[in-house]
């Protein structure tokens, strides 16, 4: 029995940190560039909505991933106009974004399906399909991570990302051309966070709702501060604060409190961002931002 | 000329951004006319539109001026919601838990309360940024989040009252009441929830406007916010600047809770905001961080807000959602200012972590 528990409290664990783990490796793009990606949230938003709409209208979860990619990589890029060729407050502009995605999917929706704000239910047979109980999308984000990881670190084009995002100054001396890899790093984002996104509408459930990320976007961005901007780390941090939410599941109305009451759920769903905060301020290792992160780069200043 | 140019600006991102939410309309197959039409003209009527408009405005002046005092300090102060949820609780805590006092008492000490705990909220973030260098922007994110959790907690376990199946608190003292404001003006019928809270965020404006424009305090904190290192060098200091800024703006926004809590439910109701710590941003920045402009953009809101309802009766497919849309079109374009500048740079505001 408590065996049982563990492996069931392990799968729900990943199933919980995919999300997270698209997100906050999309995320790493952009601010490894340099450019501060508070619109994860809005961009899976992007993404959770365009998967269940397109798989609704063409029954087919794979073209539902493809175009939710496509979709939050669109908004990414408006993203990115704003923010580079624009010099936008990076966090302003990411509210904004965030703020669209709280609209746009309930605006749609009411003309596409009559519905206040929610996709169709889709069929079992035309969601993600999953290997061994896990859908392919949580095993496709452990290969990005370690995709990731050498990307990062052992390219050309991972070397020019992080110089981007260290010292822009030094970096454009040395012929990178800054903001065009600060695009791809924020497309990249956009990308990454729409299939986290499109994991949760036609993977984890088999319908778009409001709001359905729940402030997923804002977890992953913390998991990408307490895994101090690398990727393995990043997943680390998705899964434990995966861990936590699993956690909250499973005993919601079973453990009790010496005093015999529920443990509080809420106390669980503080930890990520209670955790956030004490790394950030340096309590457990420092967690040190890309350099030039929040930085828009000026050649002429 | 600049001071054409501070109206001129917000004017045209709130005309770009009503061009695009048409697009919006038209593509989902709706009249952008007939949307509008009904978006912004129900708001006039006396005494439902206005009382209304007027009513919603109350929340998006204080989250503004919140917004923009933080601004104007140079910090983005992203957490105004967690501060109203706090604050809010604070009040409806004292609301019930002094219900013995009479009026004269308790409607002061609820207010102080609200206050209070807002600012006490937000100089968390304040602190950490002042002590350890982390930036509020994240920090303000998390305690939102940890805000929702902790007052959900206390409302669930605490304070709700046995049975109740909604989360939401027991009613406060009548005591705590403040009034409406049907009960002063001809015409203006009592269920309409405008109330003395309204008054409050007009007194507010003033009194920020006042604070920075007026005193040294008010001088120091724009001086940071201008350039930190040349205020330093004029002997301000930076960390107390930061902590004091913050704590201002949170207690600007924790007067939220005197309008939800003392002046419309009488009680703590949890969820009430409609997104009023983000809306106060957008507020903020097409306000240009003045408070004049602040009363005017978060009028423009509540007008639509007001709206919102009429478009999701009367239009076949446009839901009020497409507030939304044109909430977060206006912060994008005032965001983008330098697209309209002709061979100006942008601003270049980018905030650092």
């Known amino acids: 029995m408590r065996s049982i528990l563990t492996l069931s409290l392990l799968f729900s664990t990943i199933r919980l940190a995919t999300p997270l783990v698209w997100a906050a490796i999309g995320g790493l793009y952009s601010e490894r560039s340099g450019v501060i990606n508070i619109a994860l949230e809005g961009l899976m938003l992007a993404g959770a909505f365009t998967a269940a709409a397109t798989t609704y209208y063409t029954h087919s979860p794979w073209a539902g ?36 995605f ?44 370690f995709v990731t990881q050498y990307v990062l670190y052992r390219t050309p084009f991972g070397l020019r990302l992080r110089s981007v995002g260290e010292n822009p100054e030094a970096a454009d001396a040395a012929g990178i051309r800054v903001n065009r890899l600060r695009y791809t790093g924020v497309v990249l984002s956009g990308v990454l966070a729409g299939i986290g996104g ?85 309590f457990i290792g420092h967690s040190r931002a890309p350099g030039a992160l929040g930085v828009p780069y000026d050649k002429e200043s | 000329m600049t001071r054409l140019r501070e109206l001129l600006f917000p004017l045209i991102a709130v005309l770009c951004a009503f061009a695009v939410g048409a697009l919006v309309v038209l593509f989902i197959g709706d009249s952008p006319i007939e949307t509008y039409r009904l978006l912004l003209g129900s708001a006039f009527s006396w005494p439902d539109g206005i009382g209304y408009t007027l009513f919603f405005a109350t929340p998006l002046i204080f989250t503004g001026l919140a917004v923009a005092v933080a601004l104007r300090g140079g910090l983005l102060n992203i957490g105004a919601e967690g501060q109203l949820y706090i604050a809010a609780f604070a009040t409806a805590w004292v609301g019930i838990t002094l219900s013995n006092l009479p009026s004269a008492l308790l409607i002061p000490l609820c207010c102080l309360a609200g206050i209070a705990a807002g600012a006490a909220w937000a100089a968390i973030p304040g602190i950490l940024k002042a002590r350890f260098g982390s930036h509020e922007v994240i920090n303000t ?75 040294k305090w008010g001088y120091e904190i724009r001086a940071t916010g201008q350039n930190p290192s040349a205020a330093e060098y004029g002997g301000v200091s930076i960390r107390k600047e930061i902590v004091l800024t913050m704590a201002i703006s949170g207690a600007l926004a924790g007067m939220v809770g005197i309008n939800e809590v003392m002046g419309y439910r009488y009680r703590y109701y949890d969820g009430f905001s409609d997104n009023y710590g983000f809306t106060g941003i957008a507020v903020a920045l097409l306000g240009r961080n003045h408070p004049v402009g602040v009363i005017a953009a978060a009028l423009l809101f509540a007008v639509l807000q007001r709206g919102g309802v009429p478009v999701d009766a009367f239009t076949q497919l446009v839901s009020k959602d497409i507030v939304l849309i044109l909430q977060a079109l206006v912060i994008l374009f005032v965001a983008a200012e330098a697209m309209f500048r002709r061979g100006r740079r942008g601003q270049g505001a980018g905030g650092r972590i």
């Open chain 1, 65 to 100: 991933l493809g175009s939710a990619m496509l979709a939050a990589a669109f908004f990414a890029f408006l993203l990115a106009i704003v923010c580079i060729r624009f010099k936008a407050n990076e966090v302003v502009a990411g509210t904004g974004i965030n703020i669209l």
């Open chain 1, 102 to 145: 709280l609209g746009l999917p309930a605006v749609l929706s009411g003309a596409l399906f009559l519905s206040s704000g929610s996709t169709p239910q889709l069929p079992k047979d035309e969601l993600l399909p999953e290997v061994a109980q896990l859908s392919v999308v949580s095993l496709l984000a452990l290969l990005l991570v």
């Open chain 1, 198 to 282: 499109a994991y949760l509408s036609i993977g984890q459930s088999s319908l778009f709702t409001r709001n359905m990320t729940a402030g997923r976007g804002f977890i992953a961005l913390a998991a990408l501060i307490f895994g101090k901007w690398r990727p393995i780390q990043t997943m680390l941090a998705c899964l434990l604060f995966g861990f936590a939410d699993a956690l909250t599941i499973q005993m919601q109305g079973v453990a009790k409190l010496p005093s015999g009451e529920d443990v509080p759920v809420q106390f669980i769903q503080m930890i990520p961002y209670v955790v956030t905060i004490v790394v950030l301020a340096g």
């Open chain 2, 141 to 215: 994110i998390m305690l939102n989040f940890i805000a929702v959790a902790l007052v959900g907690y206390l409302t669930q376990y605490h304070y709700r009252t046995a049975g109740d199946p909604i989360m939401e608190s027991a009613p406060i003292s009548a005591a705590a009441h403040i009034p409406r404001l049907g009960q002063f003006v001809p015409g203006l019928p009592a269920r309409i929830p405008l109330n003395a809270a309204f008054l409050l965020a007009l007194l507010s404006c003033w009194l920020v406007y006042v604070l920075l424009w007026k005193t």
